[in-house]
C-alpha cells in the first residue's frame, strides 16, 4: 500500500514561516521525484516544487526564493520549507511521488493534502 502523508500545515501570519513535511511509504523512494503541488479554492491543482533524486529543483515563478524543497532518503521524506509566507499562498499543499515506467508509463501518487492559511 503506497501512502504519502503530509504534516506541518496551519495558520500562519503574512511574512511567516511554515515547514511541510511528506512521509512516503510503499515505495523505493530513492527511484521517485518527489514534488509539492497546492490548489487554491477555484483553481487548478499547479506545481510548487519538484526535487529528484540527485537533487534537481524545480519551482513556480511564484516561490522561487522565498520555498526550498529538499528530501531525506533515509527517512523516506520530503520537506517544503516557506518563508515570507503570502496570503496569495493560502492553499491546500499535495505531496507527489512520480516516475516513468519502462521508459514509457507514467506512475503518479499523491497525498491528501494539508491546509496553509497565511492571513492576520
Known amino acids: 500500500q503506497v501512502q504519502l502523508v503530509e504534516s506541518g500545515g496551519g495558520l500562519v501570519q503574512p511574512g511567516g514561516s511554515l515547514r511541510l513535511s511528506c512521509a512516503a511509504s510503499?515505495?523505493?523512494?530513492?527511484?521517485?521525484?518527489m514534488g509539492w503541488y497546492r490548489q487554491a479554492p477555484g483553481k487548478q491543482r499547479d506545481l510548487v516544487a519538484t526535487?529528484?533524486?540527485?537533487?534537481?529543483?524545480n519551482y513556480a515563478d511564484s516561490v522561487k526564493v522565498r520555498f526550498t524543497i529538499s528530501r531525506d532518503n533515509a527517512k523516506n521524506t520530503v520537506y517544503l520549507q516557506m518563508n515570507s509566507l503570502k496570503p496569495e499562498d493560502t492553499a491546500v499543499y499535495y505531496c507527489?511521488?512520480?516516475?516513468?515506467?519502462?521508459?514509457?508509463?507514467?506512475?503518479?501518487?499523491w497525498g491528501q493534502g494539508t491546509q496553509v492559511t497565511v492571513s492576520s
Open positions: 510503499g515505495i523505493i523512494f530513492s527511484m521517485y521525484t
Open positions: 507527489n511521488a512520480a516516475r516513468v515506467v519502462g521508459g514509457v508509463i507514467p506512475v503518479d501518487y
Open positions: 526535487i529528484t533524486n540527485g537533487g534537481s529543483t
